[in-house]
């Protein structure tokens, strides 16, 4: 008996230790807690945001899995935008994710903000992986830098760093001067990505022809070493200004394909293991967390190479 008052008082204090936050506390604790870039964490506050206003600010802790499931239908079925268009099975995935995220923390005994989690009995919708064809052949990449030249020296030098360094747009906007540096016996130039998935640094090697072209930038090459601010972007630029350079040069070259800067990293990862570059080599490259996500680019590698009918045609050209 005495134990069970000590339990009930345990979870009467609880109880009014979490009623002390507000939803905004809750959220801002949330976010403070993930170790994500900037415009991931923008992606996460977007959908939690957007999750409130379809509840009408319902709070956070009485929310059941039958708003979540609700929240989920509208968006596949395009009731959540002004243009009543059903979403993509990936946009709606990562809208889900971040209620997903924000409940299992919550939930936590360690945490306890929220009773339990209304998300477990969710399923984010199946994201068919089409990114395997969404590549660049060596024609259409010098098409596209050629087109890019033509816009000027900063968007071809953006089109050769997102194709050569394999990166993703957000950490192409995020790189600063001084995340650059050389290896002990200064003969390679490598790359500190900072913004990168997850909020995880990793280290990219600088091709040195793309660094000889840096240097020709003006802030470089027009400023004394000691002079250089270390905190100055190279490319000061918004995630959409660089999709919009990507989609004129895609358009005024009349490329076939609807090339975006996420190509650009595929193309890397592809043509890099085409070339001979090893799983890891490419899953160190772009960051992946999982050599799952890199050995999709292999499946798309051995389709180009040999295949079952090729033996088979070889094997019976005589009779042809």
Known sequence: M???????IESSNQ?????EYSDEQIIGMFLATRQRSKYTLRNYMRAIVQFRQFIAFKPLREVTWKEIE???I?????FCNKKYRPLAPATVASMIDPLRSLYKWGSDPNIGVFPHNPTTSVHTPKVPVTSKSHYLTKREVAHLINQ???????DYLIGLTLVLLGLRVSELVSIRWGHFHTDPSETTVWLTVVEGKGGKQREVKVPRTLWNLFRQLPFYSQ?????????????????RQVERIIQRAREQGKLGKKVTPHW???????????????L???????????????????????????SAPDFVEDYLKDIF
Not at 148 to 154: F, I, S, V
Not at 231 to 236: G, H, R, T, V
């Open 2 to 8: 005495i134990q069970q008052g000590i339990l009930s």
């Open 15 to 19: 109880m009014e230790y979490t009623k």
């Open 70 to 72: 609700m929240f989920k």
């Open 74 to 78: 509208s968006l596949e079925q395009g």
């Open 148 to 154: 890019l030249k033509k816009q000027g020296y900063r």
């Open 223 to 239: 400023q004394q070493e000691k002079d250089r601010d270390a905190n100055q972007l190279l490319f000061p630029l918004t995630i």
């Open 264 to 278: 650009l990293r595929h193309t890397n990862a592809t043509l890099a293991l085409l070339r001979g570059a090893s």
């Open 280 to 306: 890891q080599q490419v899953q160190e490259t772009l960051g992946h967390s999982q050599i799952t996500t890199t050995q999709r680019y292999l499946h798309t590698v051995e389709q180009m190479k040999k």
